[in-house]
Nanobody, 117 residues
């Protein structure tokens, strides 16, 4: 089973910017929704942002206006531009993809973002 692979996590100070990337190399067919969830210590995963194949995006609580999600359908990649990050943005950012026809979902291992005050 092929998993999406995330990159771009880092430890930064509040107010800085980060860009996360996720690539999926596997499966057959078109990928529909792609997105990012954040998992904090002891927390359930919370939606950060997702985007459908047409580019329509949806954002979770607290990130709209600071984060921008985008994707490249030809490369099966999804990106998260994180601006003005804050300590509460810290966590493991996990990428997922969902295939249009089968509905199968695949989740990555995550990339860690740590924001210090």
């Amino acid at each position: 089973q092929v998993q999406p692979v995330e990159s771009g996590g880092d430890s930064v100070q509040a107010g800085r910017s980060l860009r996360l990337s996720c690539v999926y190399r596997g499966g057959w067919g078109f990928i529909g929704p792609m997105g990012w969830y954040r998992q904090g210590p002891g927390d359930q995963r919370q939606l950060v942002a997702d985007i459908d194949r047409s580019g329509k995006s949806n954002y979770g609580r607290g990130v709209n206006g600071r984060f921008i999600i985008s994707r490249n359908n030809a490369k099966n990649e999804v990106y998260l531009q994180m601006n003005n990050v804050q300590p509460e943005d810290s966590g493991v950012y996990v990428c997922y993809v969902k295939f249009l026809m089968s509905g199968n979902e695949f989740w990555g291992q995550g990339t860690r973002v740590t924001v210090s005050p």
